[in-house]
């Protein structure tokens, strides 16, 4: 089957060939026929199949007749992260290019003024985050009244976040009416009940079981003694491993900010992804990567869905993620578009249980591959004690010695304190030579001067 069995305008057409596609996959050999037909839509399908243009083309013919109004986008499509979002505002720019749609962005992280006044001159396809979308609508900025259909892209991933309240309100403020379609690379029971209760009537696709990993990835599991060994490891794969470009995926912020910079320190072309950096920073990174600055990217798990970046050649799990869905999704960043690729898991002591989940949604044992350091595998090992015997016994402290007896001290006879008289004693005089004894009668008090005056 071709893209011109699809039902696609000649102008779409066009552009697809311009980039140089020719053959739909599955998941849009299925799906593009069906969004023309203004159907509801679930679409199961696993990481770089194609997601993407099989609603991006329909959306295009189907905006193509219409006008756009202010503050009233007429399409709208919610992306779980900010990097998702711009990759599908690209590939409507690309595919678009024939037709006169205009597009707005509205993500967090960048000023919102631009957004505002993107909405008023009036948009076709709105594409945003829930956060940004139920901010400016609470601000009174949008309208969601004339969209006439919504796209929610990696479902999965808006459970994991905690989006599906945002995503029940954002669907109650649209028309009843309107076309929904729901992609995702797994279908949990919370999506199956989302699904059910905002798509009327819809049709299933599938083309891969959920929670598969694709065949073409070449799958390892590396055994390290403990988290301090991994950067040693993991130098060693990236030198020894044919690496032509890789994507290391870390569960903290903090370790992919250590780690970028211990790689380069070692005098790899490293770069880093996170949540913490400002968007235009986090594109500006990505782009050095897809140009070729940098061939190694270190990056949390903002970077793990839908992101497509050719000729990635490796994966590198430098911890194994905590949620089993988000393996397929790292993994998948690889092996895209028919290529084969290579996927590294760091598994330490306290990842047994995290590689043990991973491997029991899979559905099957991930090969283990034994790394030698210095003749030494990183495989853990248990360290031998030392027999009793030859420890070293203790030295006995030295008793300290007895303290000699205090000397008792000699009391002196207490002295009496002078009686005060209105004289000062001579500064070498002792106290008792100072003092004059009183007699009975006799006035001992200073002597008035009028006293000395004769009256003869």
């Known amino acids: 089957m071709k893209f011109a069995d699809l039902g696609l305008s000649d102008e779409l057409l066009g552009a697809v060939t311009a980039k140089g596609y020719d053959t739909p996959t599955p998941i849009q050999a299925q799906a593009i026929p069906s969004v023309l037909m203004m159907k509801d839509l679930i679409a ?15 959306m295009i013919d189907i905006l193509a007749h219409g006008r756009r109004r202010a503050m009233m986008p007429r399409s709208l499509i919610l992306e779980p992260t900010r990097e998702l979002a711009a990759q599908v505002a690209e590939n409507f720019e690309q595919y678009g290019v024939n037709h006169d749609l ?4 509205l993500i967090g992280g960048v000023q919102m003024g631009d957004q505002v006044k993107a909405l008023n001159e009036g948009v076709d396809v709105l594409i945003a985050t829930p956060g940004r979308l139920m901010d400016l609508f609470e601000r009174g900025k949008i309208l969601l009244t004339g969209c006439d259909l919504l796209v929610i892209d990696e479902a999965d991933r808006m459970l994991d976040m905690g989006f599906i309240p945002d995503i029940e309100t954002i669907c109650s403020k649209l028309p009843a009416n309107r076309q929904t379609l729901l992609f995702s690379a797994t279908m949990p029971p919370p999506i199956k009940k989302l699904a059910d209760k905002f798509l009327s009537n819809p049709k299933y696709i599938e083309v891969a079981r959920p929670a598969t990993t694709n065949t073409n990835i070449a799958q390892h599991k590396v055994p390290v003694a403990s988290n301090r060994v991994k950067r040693e490891v993991l130098r060693h794969l990236l030198e020894t491993d044919d690496v032509a470009t890789a994507m290391i995926f870390c569960n903290r912020k903090t370790t992919v900010r250590e780690l970028n910079k211990s790689l380069q320190r070692h005098g790899f072309a490293s770069a880093e992804i996170h949540g913490d950096m400002d968007q235009p920073q986090r594109l500006a990174e990505l782009q050095r990567f897809k140009d070729g600055v940098v061939n190694i990217l270190v990056c949390s798990d903002v970077a793990a869905r839908g992101l497509d970046i050719k000729g990635v050649s490796h994966v ?10 988000d393996y397929v999704h790292r993994i998948g960043r690889t092996g895209r578009a028919g290529a084969t690729g290579r996927a590294f898991t760091l598994v330490a002591p306290e990842d047994a249980e995290a590689i043990e989940n991973v491997e029991k949604l899979t559905g099957g044992k991930v090969p283990v591959f034994e790394v030698e350091l210095g003749g030494k595998t990183a495989k853990p090992e248990r360290a031998e004690r030392k027999p009793k015997e030859e420890r070293k016994p203790r030295e006995a402290k030295a008793e300290p010695a007895p303290r000699e007896p205090r000397q008792e001290r000699q009391e002196k006879p207490r002295q009496d304190r002078p009686k005060r008289d209105g004289t000062k004693p001579p500064r070498n ?3 008792r030579e100072a003092e004059e004894v009183d007699e009975p009668g ?3 008090g200073p002597v008035p001067s009028f006293l000395g005056v004769s009256a003869l």
Do not use: Y
């Open 316 to 325: 590198f799990n430098f911890d194994t993620p905590w949620h089993p869905d």
């Open 102 to 105: 205009k597009m707005a962005l």
């Open 44 to 58: 199961i399908a696993q990481t770089g199949t194609g997601k993407t243009a099989s609603f991006v083309l329909p």
């Open 442 to 444: 006799v006035w001992n």
């Open 429 to 431: 005089a002792s106290r």
